[in-house]
């Protein structure tokens, strides 16, 4: 496997970890006695998620003279 397959690979993983959190930070607001620190963890991590994709597929993005 090439190393853009592998980054390409990462990215879904990580999309699919992010969109799962979408889903646990949705139901947990739902519940009126949900962990206030729960869910601020919870957000933290989904914003690191988007942080590395966005990374990931500048890596994918080649390089354009200026």
Do not use: F, G, N, Y
Not at 6 to 16: A, D, M, S, W
Not at 21 to 41: A, C, F, M, S
Not at 44 to 56: A, E, G, N, S, Y
């Amino acid at each position: 496997m090439s190393h853009l397959e592998q980054v390409r690979q990462r990215i879904i993983e990580l999309e699919i970890e992010h969109r799962d959190l979408d889903i646990v930070i949705e139901t947990l607001t739902k519940d009126p006695d949900h962990d206030e620190l729960q869910l601020r963890r919870l957000k933290k991590r989904k914003l690191q998620l988007k942080d590395h994709i966005t990374l990931l597929k500048i890596q994918l993005t080649p390089d354009v003279p200026a």
